[in-house]
């Protein structure tokens, strides 16, 4: 299969995303930092049985930046406008990381949309004292200074990834999904990799708990960029979940 890059307009923003395969639509969403590339290649390993779409969400990749206030709610209403315009409906879903909690979001919100959902890492809660005292430190500096700070001293923080996207990340990491999970009743599929340090394993068991209809899968000795480093792996499972 070849993947076909695409753009659309979408509430007064350019959206870049890419299609591969036939059949069943599959929805991909990368995490905080990435893009449309980062699951390009689990994409393509899926486009043998599915319609896969790829999108750089706004403010990552090619795409425009979200406005200011935009949180997970935000997000995740674009996610319904992007899948109603493309008359998508309703899509197998899979989310890594920040992609996993807008999935929480949408199977919790909106279940007619989502046919199964594929958790990767997701980060549903997080620790905002730390991150956002940093931030406030530095606020002072020009953006071009303060993107060099945060490289140089921060550089694995999701909040200092996209520097220009810090009020926006102010936002999302205050917002725990903890109360969404136990009205998800959409079949899930949870993956985890047993030494990620940014979403801890044990919010893999939380979820697989409190989300009724879940099978869960832990990779032994991988971290955090399970889809991007092993999509094999991660494609061999969601096969047997599908």
């Known amino acids: 299969m070849t993947k ?3 753009k659309l307009k979408l ?5 870049n995303y890419n299609i591969d395969g036939k059949g069943d639509p599959f ?12 699951l390009q290649k689990l994409a393509q390993l899926l486009s043998i049985k599915y319609k896969t779409i790829v999108i750089d969400l706004p403010g990552f990749g090619l ?9 997970v709610g935000e997000y995740a209403q674009f996610l319904i406008d992007f899948i109603k315009k493309l008359n ?15 999935g929480i979001f949408l199977a ?27 931030s406030r430190f530095f606020s002072w500096l020009p953006p071009l200074f303060k993107k060099i700070v945060y490289k140089i001293f921060f550089p694995n923080s999701d909040l200092f990834k996209v520097p220009e996207l810090e009020e926006n990340f102010r936002k999302i990491v205050t917002q725990d999904l903890t109360s969404s999970l136990q009205a998800i009743k959409t079949p899930t ?20 708990q409190k989300i009724k209809n879940s099978r869960l899968k832990i990779f032994p000795e991988i971290g955090h960029n399970l889809p991007l480093q092993h999509p094999q792996l991660v494609n061999e499972e969601i096969n047997k979940f599908l």
């Open 63 to 71: 795409s425009d930046k979200p406005d200011p206030n935009w949180g």
């Open 189 to 208: 599929l949870v993956l985890w990799g047993e030494k990620d340090r940014e979403t801890p394993i044990e919010h893999a068991y939380q979820l697989h």
């Open 88 to 102: 998508l409906k309703p899509v197998f879903y899979f989310g890594h990381s920040f992609g996993g909690a807008l």
């Open 108 to 134: 919790a919100n909106y279940p007619n949309y989502i046919k199964k959902l594929i958790l990767c890492s997701a980060s549903y809660k997080r620790n905002p004292s730390k991150t956002t005292k940093i």
């Open 27 to 38: 929805l991909l969403i990368h995490g905080w930092g990435g893009n449309s590339n980062s």
């Open 4 to 6: 076909i890059k695409m």
């Open 11 to 15: 509430n007064h923003k350019m959206i």
